[in-house]
């Protein structure tokens, strides 16, 4: 009957602590170890709650909260508990309650109150006491020792001081400086080595307190172990990047656990960050390591928001303690292989639009040629004539009318009248009763080409044939030497295999032009298609046309060749 009432009454005690503080996450113990008569302090933190919105409680052993009032020797102030100072019979668990609005944590702490004798010649002093401080000191370089003071701010420290065993240190020595928490020690040597200690005075309402902080100093020899870092990346390498691109590049370092080496980038000396800290442009990054068993990896990148050209052919050197490695920006080289095909490609290109405009405009740019180098050109050659015109003679009227036409009327008009050269037309130039053959063997001789004109009409052929004032001629174009032959033919001529061999001949070898036009007016320009042609296969021009009613009549088609304006073939 007795035991489920005295359950009862048990839980009904314990309900209203269960709901203050044992609804809470608990957290793992802190462990202080502190001598007695010395103010400490702790501090209530559990990141990340306590950085918002949080109560913070702190409780007693006895689960009795702590008192806010300052002017007890144990309260909180804060976040704090405080006691001012330590007691012996302080030592026990202590927790502290965190709550935001949606968690709660209780974190512990076992605090140890013991009993020190520091510089009582009567008792020995232990080493290593459990409040020590270990601090290392590096041999032939200079370093410093922290006292360590973790109070709240309303505490007001002041009249730090230094000792070396039980010997105050007089800090405006060579070897040692003072500043703030800090003591500098000088190009260490191995008689730095020892137990140091530092002393502070609180004030608090009005009272003072003093803490004894002891530190156990040891010296190291630069780069003990033998292990100097080593920078895996960069290794004194280029980069190529383009102008204007973003680039990061990792520094790899490894080192070994005990080293607390500076880890950066430097250019010019200056830290990177310091170098371009107007613009921002080219930052260190934020240094990330991995731990292995022996060693451990750092990695620490450099960033370049945008590579300008004042950034190229300088080292930027990654640090690492006395270990450094550069790494240079270069500008890509040019692709030699691209610009050699797209010059050749651009080169061919280039050649056959020359080609296909020369192709197209060959006769207008000779003729506009032989015009602008006309005065220049006086070459005397002995010939009398131009050209030398072979013709069908008209048998039948009806016929051979167009020939007649273009032979008496439209070439005279053309190439003598327009074009100022001199032809000889055989029936219009020979003198009266000379022999046919004598005609045609001296004049030839003193004309510079021959123009054939032929017909299709098998009578004309006929006719060709057996006419020895054709042979003749041809026979001599033939053989004289730089005698051209023009073949104007009258209609297209299918069946080239009846003409004489003689035609068949220079027919394949300069072709011939065919007689394109009707006999209206436009037909006697020198500017058409076809007297373009014919001019362009006569010689440069020697006898332009001197009368100025010549000029006068034909002002609308002269053949002042440089106006010949182009025109596609
Ligand atoms: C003490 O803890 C609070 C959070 O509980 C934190 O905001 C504050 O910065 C801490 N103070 C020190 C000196 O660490
Ligand atoms: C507190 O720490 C002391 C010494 O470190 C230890 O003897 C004791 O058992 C601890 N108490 C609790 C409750 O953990
Ligand atoms: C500390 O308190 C003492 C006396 O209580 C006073 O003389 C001294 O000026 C105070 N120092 C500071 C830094 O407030
Ligand atoms: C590098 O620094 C030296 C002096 O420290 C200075 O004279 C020099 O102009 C600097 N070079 C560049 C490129 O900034
Ligand atoms: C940048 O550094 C130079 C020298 O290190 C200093 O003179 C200058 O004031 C600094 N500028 C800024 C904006 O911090
Ligand atoms: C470089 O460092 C920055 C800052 O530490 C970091 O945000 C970034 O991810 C790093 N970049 C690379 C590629 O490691
Ligand atoms: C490794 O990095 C962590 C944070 O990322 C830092 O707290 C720690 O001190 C670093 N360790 C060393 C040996 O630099
Ligand atoms: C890279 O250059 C630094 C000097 O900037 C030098 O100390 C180091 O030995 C060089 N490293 C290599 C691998 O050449």
Known sequence: MGVPSLLLCRMSIALPLF???????????????????????????????????????????????VSKDIQHRIHQEQTWILFLPLNLGDSGIYYCVVKSSDSCYRIPMNLTVFVKHWCDTSRRTPENLPDEYQQILHMGKSGSLTCHLLFPD??????????KGCKEIEPSGDQFNLQGQKLYVNNVSPEDKGNYACSVTLNHTGKQYKVLNSISVSIKR?????????????????????????????CKITDTKENTNLRCWRVNSTLVDDYYNNTKRIREGIETNVSFKDHIFYTVNITFLEVKMEDYGIPFVCHAGVSAAYVVLTLPAPDFRAYLIGGLITLAVLVVSVVCIYNNFKIDIVLWYRSALH???????????????????????????????????????????????????????????????????????LCRRLIVIIVPESLSFGLLKNMSEEQIAVYNALIQDGMKVILIEMEEIEDYSTMPESIQYIRQKHGAIQWSGDFTE??????????????????????????????????SCDCREGDTGLITH
Not at 224 to 244: A, F, H, M, T
Not at 528 to 552: A, C, E, I, N
Request: with cysteine.
């Open 19 to 65: 709901v203050g503080a044992g609804a809470c996450h608990h957290t793992d113990m802190h462990y202080e170890t502190i001598a007695v008569d010395q103010p400490f302090a702790f501090n209530c933190s559990y990141p990340p709650i306590t950085n918002g919105a949080a109560s913070v409680r702190w409780y007693a052993a006895s689960k009795i909260p």
């Open 222 to 250: 630069a780069g003990s172990g033998g292990r100097i870092p080593k920078i895996i990346y960069p290794e004194n390498n280029s980069i190529e990047v383009k102008l204007g691109s973003p680039l990061i590049v990792d």
């Open 375 to 445: 005065s220049t050109r006086a070459i005397e050659d002995r010939k009398l004539y131009d050209a030398y015109v072979l013709y069908p003679k008209p048998q039948k009227e009806s016929q051979n009318h167009d020939v007649a036409t273009l032979v008496l009327k439209l070439l005279p008009e053309v190439l003598e009248k327009q074009c100022g050269y001199k032809l000889f037309i055989f029936g219009r130039d020979e003198f009266p009763g000379q022999a046919v053959a004598n005609v045609i063997d001296e004049n030839i001789k």
């Open 154 to 163: 309303s505490l007001v420290l002041h009249s730090i001081k230094w000792y």
């Open 522 to 555: 436009q037909s006697q320009c020198a500017k058409t298609k076809f007297w373009k042609k014919v001019r362009y296969h006569m010689p440069p021009r020697r006898y332009p046309p001197s009368s100025p009613v010549q000029l006068l009549r034909h002002t």
